[in-house]
T-cell receptor, first 112, second 113 residues
Framework: DQQVKQNSPSLSVQEGRISILNCDYTNSMFDYFLWYKKYPAEGPTFLISISSIKDKNEDGRFTVFLNKSAKHLSLHIVPSQPGDSAVYFCAASDNAGNMLTFGGGTRLMVKP | KAGVTQTPRYLIKTRGQQVTLSCSPISGHRSVSWYQQTPGQGLQFLFEYFSETQRNKGNFPGRFSGRQFSNSRSEMNVSTLELGDSALYLC????????????FGQGTRLTVV
């Protein structure tokens, strides 16, 4: 039973345009969400997070939106750059906070 | 400030052997957790330690075990290795709970032949 799903395995966008990566979850106990970027053979790099008490969090080019009623979150990258090309994972934790449940990842390709 | 350090980076073992992987968390971080990444199963939670105590455990067989030392360094052990244990093993550290920005190491790539 996949509690966190990223339904798009891959996404291709043009440099300078917006990248939107989506993530859905089923467990209503999740109250904290994180996005990670990962290159092959390396560990995930933390990008941005959001608590369930918020619906938006921004950090530079990265914005995460949370829609609790739809159990959906998205990561917006504006403007997209070729260096953003990587696999992006969303992750969720409940208020106990001692484990992360990951989605399957979305491979983002930003074309110059 | 040094990041999360995992050793070794690469490891090749034979079926039936056992292996120990090491993780040194970011200085001051007391929570260390372990994840397995495989192409088919994605990133799956193994276990989490805080102040030398296991707080949570994922759905893995008893061949997978871990421990944490007083300096917060952690080790995970896999006994009686199977081919399916080939994976990237990732360690993450955070100050307390994982929902306070968990930082990952580069991982140990284990190949079982």
């Amino acid at each position: 039973d996949q509690q966190v799903k990223q339904n798009s395995p891959s996404l291709s966008v043009q440099e300078g345009r917006i990248s939107i990566l989506n993530c859905d979850y089923t467990n209503s106990m999740f109250d904290y969400f994180l996005w990670y970027k990962k290159y092959p053979a390396e560990g995930p790099t933390f990008l941005i997070s959001i608590s369930s008490i918020k619906d938006k969090n921004e950090d530079g080019r990265f914005t995460v939106f949370l829609n609790k009623s739809a159990k959906h979150l998205s990561l917006h990258i504006v403007p997209s750059q070729p260096g953003d090309s990587a696999v992006y994972f969303c992750a969720a934790s409940d208020n106990a906070g001692n484990m992360l449940t990951f989605g399957g990842g979305t491979r983002l390709m930003v074309k110059p | 400030k040094a990041g999360v350090t995992q050793t070794p980076r690469y490891l090749i073992k034979t079926r039936g052997q056992q292996v120990t992987l090491s993780c040194s968390p970011i200085s001051g971080h007391r929570s260390v957790s372990w994840y397995q990444q495989t192409p088919g199963q994605g990133l799956q939670f193994l276990f989490e330690y805080f102040s030398e105590t296991q707080r949570n455990k994922g759905n893995f067989p008893g061949r997978f075990s871990g421990r944490q030392f007083s300096n917060s360094r952690s080790e995970m052990n896999v006994s009686t290795l199977e081919l399916g244990d080939s994976a990237l093993y990732l360690c993450a550290s955070s100050w307390d709970r994982l929902n306070t920005e968990a930082f990952f190491g580069q991982g140990t790539r284990l190949t079982v032949v």
